[in-house]
């Protein structure tokens, strides 16, 4: 079965950076785009950005131009999601998803709280 | 990027049908037929409910439809039952190859 998990809740001070890791499992991890969402307390989904598990392309969010980088290591079937420059704003949980490839998400991550404190 | 625009909240009773509205642009929701809905549970990842606009996956009750008209999708939950009390969220595909959610409405089952 499709198991997608990540890496354990983070504490960071504001202007650090955080990288949030997601293995999968259960799937064939190169034909599968995987997306990154997040959802700060008591607030809505927010789309940050996927990245393709085959050629490593990836898409995200104009509002995070250039405070994130999404990779993947196909060796291991991990999805990697770094964002930088953390402000209290960024405090969320991270969740990755896998797409169904006909845009539309059918497995989430059991998420992971960042939490940006000083 | 603003986020879809859906009702922060609409309620009703057992076995009453309610309808949650998501409106977009001709850049989103308009443009594209690729409208998903999810539903939320308190303190649980979001589960697929609809995609493209209509679908239903395997194992989603038939209480639960889709559908499109402009820039504006819709989801229908006929014969509510109480554990259909859960958030709501609309999702399209947008211009450039992103996407974006709907603000979310929470569901309450009187």
């Known amino acids: 079965q499709v198991q997608l998990v990540q890496s354990g809740a983070e504490v960071k001070e504001p202007g650090a950076s955080v990288i949030v890791s997601c293995k999968a499992s259960?799937?064939?991890?190169?034909?599968?785009?995987m997306h990154w969402v997040r959802q700060a307390p008591g607030q809505g989904l927010e789309w940050m950005g996927q990245?393709?598990?085959?050629?490593?392309?990836?898409v995200w969010a104009q509002k995070f131009q250039g405070r994130v980088t999404m990779t993947r290591d196909t060796s291991i079937s991990t999805a990697y999601m770094e964002l930088s420059r953390l402000t209290s704003d960024d405090t969320a949980v991270y969740y990755c998803?896998?797409?169904?490839?006909?845009?539309?998400?059918?497995?989430w991550g059991q998420g992971t709280l960042v939490t940006v404190s000083s | 990027q603003s986020a879809l625009t859906q009702p922060a909240s609409v309620s009703g009773s057992p076995g009453q049908s309610i309808t949650i509205s998501c409106t977009g642009t001709?850049?989103?929701?308009?443009?594209?037929?690729?409208v998903c809905w999810y539903q939320q549970h308190p303190d649980k990842a979001p589960k697929l409910m609809i995609y493209?606009?209509?679908n239903r996956p395997l194992g989603v009750s038939n209480r639960f439809s889709g559908s499109k008209s402009g820039n504006t999708a819709s989801l229908t939950i006929s014969g509510l039952q109480a554990e259909d009390e859960a958030d709501y969220y609309c999702?399209?595909?947008?211009?450039?190859?992103?996407?974006?959610f709907g603000g979310g409405t929470k569901l309450t089952v009187l």
């Open positions: 493209d606009v209509r």
């Open positions: 990245i393709n598990g085959g050629s490593g392309f990836t």
């Open positions: 999702s399209s595909f947008r211009s450039g190859n992103t996407w974006v």
């Open positions: 998803a896998k797409d169904t490839n006909t845009w539309s998400i059918d497995y």
């Open positions: 001709s850049s989103d929701v308009g443009g594209y037929n690729h």
């Open positions: 259960g799937y064939t991890f190169t034909g599968y785009y």
